[in-house]
């Protein structure tokens, strides 16, 4: 079966800081993987997502990068933190089947910069 | 855009009661899918719709896609503390990203 694997759960960085987060799926092959950030226990905002190694397409322009150097592995990076960068990052993995996509998340990092 | 409205924002019932919360959009999409998020943790899934008018069944969970695919509700019989959290509705058309709603929170009070 698969699973998705998204560390650290909890990340308390100052303004300026660098920023690495990490995601690996297991248990598939050439996976669509995404980068979502949620404000405050409400809906979901596609920040990145990839549909191979070191194909990366951004949704919003903003203070992150994102990068996929294997096939199931997806970081999420920041040089200089902002304060506006807290929130709680979400990775997650889609699995096409029967002509449809289902979307399963890994269990997040509460991310908040001070 | 595409967009999705949910409603109610906020709901608090009592143990016991039953609850139907929505999804509704102005455009058609291939499949909705419904997931629930307990604080701190990564939505979880709970079921996918891709026929119009298909009816699912999740013990006391039941959720419905509209016939022309443009909404979807989650009617929970019998509401428990267990049930509450963030409900989420997410729909997907092929070849696209997908479309989240805004969520429901239930809060079930025993």
């Known amino acids: 079966s698969q699973t998705i694997h998204q560390w650290p759960a909890t990340l308390v960085q100052p303004v300026g800081s660098p920023l690495s987060l990490e995601c690996t799926v297991e248990g598939t092959s050439n996976p669509n993987l995404y980068w979502y950030r949620q404000a405050a226990g409400r809906g979901l905002q596609l920040l990145f997502y990839s549909v191979g190694i070191g194909q990366i397409s951004s949704e919003v322009p903003q203070n992150l990068s994102a990068s996929r150097p294997q096939d199931r592995q997806f970081i999420l990076s920041s040089k200089k933190l902002l304060l506006s960068d807290s929130g709680f990052y979400l990775c997650?993995?889609?699995?096409?089947?029967?002509?449809?996509?289902?979307?399963?998340f890994g269990s997040g990092t509460q991310l908040s910069v001070l | 855009t595409q967009l999705l409205e949910q409603s109610p924002q906020f709901l608090s019932i009592q143990e016991g009661e039953n609850l139907t919360v929505y999804c509704n959009s102005s455009s058609v999409f291939s499949s909705l899918q419904w997931y629930r998020q307990e604080p701190g943790e990564g939505p979880v899934l709970l079921v996918t719709?891709?026929?119009?008018?298909e009816v699912k069944k999740l013990k006391r969970l039941t959720f419905q896609f509209g016939d022309a695919r443009k909404d979807s509700s989650l009617h929970i019989t019998a509401a428990q503390p267990g049930d509450t959290g963030l409900y989420l509705c997410a729909a997907h058309n092929y070849g696209q990203n997908f479309v989240f709603g805004p969520g429901t929170r239930l809060s079930v009070l025993p």
């Open positions: 719709v891709v026929t119009g008018g």
């Open positions: 997650a993995w889609s699995l096409s089947t029967g002509g449809f996509e289902k979307l399963f």
